[in-house]
């Protein structure tokens, strides 16, 4: 048996100076606003990976771009062409971080990308995914979609050991983990490292030549596997493979990898699937209504569950309107459902999402103003049913209705496709802490009150159940406080900076 010392197999992650620049911001540990002061669940990362595409960054590129909605805060990366890694990973978007000449410098057939918004870890260069790290068997790389409750356990238990951290990011455990397997095969060294991690992750990694993907065994986050031509494609959504000409192949079924090398794509099962998990947020809010997640076409489950919704809580209106653009599609399957004509009530500066340059002060000073505008002509002295996918503190909620009140509404219905957000995520999505969501602590009635509106209409657990193929197969904690995998309370994105032990491994 080969013995090692635990620190024989560290695995070193390259300086970021040298070969990552910041596109956007000169300072390598300039942090952006913090996200959790907006009253909005936010999307966690995106994640691409290409074999055998002689224009592999580029098509990695173009996937990225698609996922840009699931993080906005740093896109990266990775190339080889079987002997060198080259990689460029930047703060802000992905066309910011790749502008000039980047992608030239990307050269090689396999690649994976990252899109990040940050869950665990704040939002600093040195984050930004994916991160590289030679190790004893060469250079891997990683790109992580997810994030694991019992990250800052493991760190702790491996900086007792001696390990150097260089990251505040819970991916760098995974590699960590990786890198000390005494094994000596990828596919043995893997599974052998996400043994031993809890919690949601959807992974690509370059390991020399080869193109790995991995999904956890309750399957949190989506994983799907494409084909473009000869070359196999993994991508976090559809949408990504449609716009590099892949045609779908199958999701990556939770517990499983898949090797992608010369020798073709190679399936295998790490861990038994656990009760299936998968994150139901993703089809009510977080993915793109022209992706198909889990099987299911976004936009057919989210008219879905607005025509549901209308069924459940009718309205007398003239017209029914979204917040866009998330809400879309609940909208018009509840004036579908309802009779009752769509209309564009509200109006969004799409430009506005890109927070990562928008000054703070012009944000608390124009509030929820600087991202819709209503349309006077189609509100003035209409009764209004406004639908919305979720209301997290209810702070933007009011401050909506304000504005359509102002713009002449006679009454708002306000109508929610989701249930009641009383619970935080600790599943890869970030959101306000348990004190801040509004639903955590007032009834319905209350809310209604607090919102200013004539009615207030949520999805029964029941109904959003109702319009998913599997409804026993997801995560719904956030509605119910059902967690799957136990953790500390206090586990947030910046817990690995406060180096606060406070994760207790409670798993199911
Ligand atoms: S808690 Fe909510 S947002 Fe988080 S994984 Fe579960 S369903 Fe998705």
Redesign the pocket.
Same mark, same amino acid.
């Given at each position: 048996m080969n013995e090692r010392s635990p620190l024989a197999n560290e695995p070193s992650i390259h300086p970021a100076p040298a070969t990552v620049e910041s596109a956007t911001d000169s300072s390598p540990t300039a942090a952006l606003p913090d996200a959790r002061s907006q009253d909005r669940?936010r999307e966690e990362c995106g994640v691409f990976g290409i074999w055998g595409a002689e224009n592999a960054a580029r098509l990695t590129y173009a996937g990225l771009y698609s996922l840009q909605h699931r993080g906005q805060e740093s896109a990266g990366i990775v190339t080889t062409d079987g002997i060198e890694f080259r990689e460029h990973r930047g703060l802000g978007l992905v066309s910011d971080v790749f502008a000039g000449s980047a992608l030239e410098k990307l050269r090689g057939h396999v690649a994976i990308g990252h899109n990040r918004y940050s869950t665990t870890g704040g939002s600093q260069l040195q984050n930004a995914q994916p991160l590289v790290v030679n190790y004893r068997e060469g250079k891997l790389a990683i790109a992580h979609n997810g994030n694991l409750v019992n990250a800052l356990a493991l760190r702790d238990e491996m900086e007792g050991q001696g390990s150097i951290f260089q990251t505040t990011s819970d991916t760098e455990v995974i590699l960590h983990l990786i890198a000390r397997s005494n094994a000596t095969e990828i596919e043995r060294m893997i599974p052998e490292a996400l043994a031993r991690c809890q919690g &949601?992750y959807s992974l690509v990694l370059l390991a020399g030549e080869t193109l790995i993907g991995a999904r956890d065994p309750r399957g949190?986050r989506p994983l799907c596997l494409g084909r473009r031509g000869d070359s196999p494609v993994l991508a976090s959504e559809t949408c990504a493979l449609d716009i590099v000409g892949a045609d779908f192949v199958r999701e990556i079924e939770p517990g499983e990898m898949v090797l992608i090398d010369r020798k073709g794509v190679r399936s295998i099962r790490m861990f038994k699937p656990e009760s299936g998990?998968a *994150?139901?947020?993703?089809l009510i809010y977080f993915s793109r209504p022209d992706s198909v997640v889990y099987g299911m076409p976004v936009d057919q489950v989210r008219r879905n569950l607005g025509r549901t919704l209308a069924k459940e809580h009718p309205a007398d209106a003239d017209i029914v309107i979204s917040v866009p653009d998330s809400s879309n599609s609940a909208a018009l399957g509840f004036a579908e459902e309802s009779g009752i004509p769509f209309e564009l009530g509200l109006i969004r500066n799409h430009y506005v999402g890109r927070t990562f340059i928008a000054p703070q002060q012009i944000t608390r000073d124009f509030g929820v103003n600087l991202k819709f505008n209503p349309v006077r002509r189609i509100l003035d002295g209409k009764r209004v049913v406004v639908v919305d996918d979720s209301i997290v503190r209810g702070t933007t909620s009011r401050s909506l209705v304000a504005m359509l009140r102002g713009a002449g509404a006679r009454e708002v219905h306000f109508r929610v496709s989701s249930p009641p957000i009383g619970?935080s @995520?600790?599943?890869?999505?970030d959101?306000p802490n348990r004190r801040e969501l509004i639903a955590s602590s007032h009834t319905v009635e209350q809310i209604r009150r607090y919102l200013h509106v004539d009615s207030l209409g949520y999805l029964s657990m029941e109904g959003l159940r109702a319009c998913v193929e599997r409804p026993d197969g997801? @995560?719904? &904690? *956030?509605?119910n406080g059902d967690y799957a995998v136990r953790f500390g309370e206090e586990m947030d994105k910046l817990a690995m900076e406060r180096g606060r032990a406070n994760v207790a491994e409670m798993g199911s």
């Open positions: 669940l &949601a949190f998990r *994150c139901v947020f993703e619970w @995520c600790y599943y890869g999505i959101t997801h @995560c719904y &904690a *956030c509605f």
